[in-house]
C-alpha cells in the first residue's frame, strides 16, 4: 500500500532526519511503516478501527499530537480541508521534513500544484497511482490552512468529519421519523458530531444514550455539542464495542463507504451489532441508501422488520426483537 515510501527512501533521494521523532499523520490500516525507523515513530490516528490496527503492531499510537516532532509523513485523506490541515499541523509542530504520499483519487496531484506554489518540493516519485513528495517548510509557511471548528446549524464540526457542512438529509429523515418515546437507554451507533442524539435527547423519559463513535475529532465535536449529564461518549469501533447493559432501542445512520469504494458489509456489521446491543423487546431504527442491501441482514438479526419511511434516496428502516443474545462484554476503548 506504501509502495512508494521505500523507493523514495530507495532510490529517490528521500533521507530522513537522524533524531527527533518521526509523525506518521493518518496512516490507514495495511499502509506498511516498516521503511521507518519504529522506535522514533509515532502513528496519529483518530479513527478507532485504524488506530487499533497499528496500535495491536506494536507502534507508539495517539489519536491527536501536538508535540514537535523532527518529521511527519502525511498519508493524504480524500477531504480537502482536511489534508491541508493536516500539513499545516505537521508545519506547526516543527517538523522541519514534510512527506506526503497519496493516491490520485485522492487529489494529490492538486494538494501538490497548491504546495508548490509556496515552498520547493523534492521529488514528486509516481507508483502505483500515486504520488510521494517531500518538503522543508517554516512552523508558519501553511498557517492559513489549520482546520478550525466551524458553525453549522448551530452546531460545531470540523474538517473531514461526515457531514461537516451541515445536517445529513438522511439523518435528519430519520430523526424526523422517530417515535416520540424511544424507551430510557438508547445507543447512537456511528454518531459523528452527535446530530441524532442532540434530536432525541428532548425526551424526558430517557436517562442514558450510549453516543459511539469511531472518529475522535467528530466525537470532540459532539462533546461541544452535546452538554446533557445523560450522554457517555465512546471512542470505540461498532463492530467491536458492546455497552455494560442492554439499551431499549439503537438509532443510526451507518458508514456505508471504506474511503471512496461503497461498501455495505460495514453497514451489516452495526446492524449485527446493534442487535446484540437490545434487550429481547429492543427496536433498532435507522436511515441507509435506498439501493443498500440491508433487510436480509436485518431480518438475520431481527424478528420483524418494517420500512416506515423515507424518500426516493432514502429509505428508514424498523427492526423489533433482536433473535440472538450474546453475553455483552464491556469494552476497553471508553474514552
Ligand atoms: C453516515 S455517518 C452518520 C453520522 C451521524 N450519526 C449523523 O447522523 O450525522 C456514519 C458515522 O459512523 C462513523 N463510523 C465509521 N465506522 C465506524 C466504526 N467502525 N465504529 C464507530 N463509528 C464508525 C463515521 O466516522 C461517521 O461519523
Same mark, same amino acid.
Request: with cysteine.
Given at each position: ?68 516532532? !523532527?518529521? +511527519? $509523513?502525511? =498519508?493524504?485523506? /480524500?477531504?480537502?480541508?482536511? *489534508? %491541508?490541515?493536516?500539513?499545516?499541523? &505537521? ?124 472518529? !475522535?475529532? +467528530? $466525537?470532540? =465535536?459532539?462533546? /461541544?455539542?452535546?452538554?446533557? *449529564? %445523560?450522554?457517555?461518549?465512546?471512542? &470505540? ?99
Amino acid at each position: 500500500m506504501s509502495a512508494r515510501l521505500p523507493l523514495a527512501i530507495e532510490t529517490g533521494g528521500l533521507s530522513l532526519p537522524e533524531t527527533g521523532s518521526l509523525s506518521v499523520l493518518q496512516p490507514v490500516a495495511g499502509f506498511d511503516l516498516s521503511p521507518l525507523p519504529r522506535n522514533r515513530l509515532q502513528v496519529v490516528q483518530p479513527f478507532k478501527p485504524d488506530f487499533d490496527h497499528f496500535q495491536e503492531l506494536g507502534y507508539d499510537c495517539l489519536p491527536s499530537a501536538d508535540t514537535p516532532c !523532527a518529521a +511527519a $509523513l502525511v =498519508c493524504l485523506p /480524500r477531504a480537502k480541508a482536511l *489534508a %491541508r490541515s493536516l500539513i499545516a499541523e &505537521a508545519a506547526r509542530r516543527g517538523a522541519g521534513l514534510v512527506i506526503v504520499d497519496g493516491a490520485k483519487t485522492d487529489g494529490v496531484d492538486s494538494i501538490l500544484k497548491e504546495i508548490r506554489k509556496r515552498v520547493d518540493i523534492h521529488g514528486p516519485l509516481s507508483k502505483a497511482h500515486g504520488k510521494i513528495f517531500w518538503f522543508h517548510p517554516k512552523p508558519d509557511t501553511f498557517a492559513d490552512w489549520q482546520g478550525t471548528l466551524q458553525a453549522v446549524n448551530g452546531f460545531t464540526t470540523a474538517p473531514g468529519v461526515f457531514s461537516a457542512d451541515g445536517i445529513d438529509p438522511a439523518s435528519q429523515l430519520l430523526a424526523d421519523a422517530l417515535p416520540k418515546h424511544l424507551g430510557k437507554h438508547v445507543i447512537d451507533l456511528g454518531a459523528g458530531w452527535g446530530y441524532l442524539s442532540a434530536r432525541i435527547l428532548a425526551d424526558r423519559i430517557i436517562e442514558r444514550v450510549d453516543l459511539v463513535e469511531a472518529d !475522535a475529532r +467528530a $466525537l470532540d =465535536c459532539a462533546r /461541544r455539542n452535546i452538554t446533557d *449529564a %445523560r450522554v457517555v461518549f465512546h471512542w &470505540a469501533d461498532v463492530t467491536s464495542w458492546a455497552p455494560d447493559t442492554r439499551a431499549d432501542a439503537v438509532i443510526m445512520n451507518p458508514p456505508f463507504h471504506t474511503g471512496r469504494a461503497a461498501n455495505p458489509s460495514l453497514g451489516r456489521a452495526f446492524v449485527t451489532a446493534a442487535a446484540r446491543m437490545l434487550t429481547p423487546s429492543g427496536q433498532l431504527w435507522m436511515v441507509a441508501n435506498r439501493h443498500l442491501p440491508y433487510e436480509r441482514s436485518l431480518e438475520e438479526g431481527f424478528a420483524r422488520v418494517e420500512e416506515i419511511g423515507g424518500d426516493s434516496r432514502f429509505k428508514i428502516l424498523h427492526a423489533i426483537r433482536p433473535r440472538a443474545h450474546a453475553k455483552p462484554t464491556p469494552t476497553r476503548t471508553r474514552r
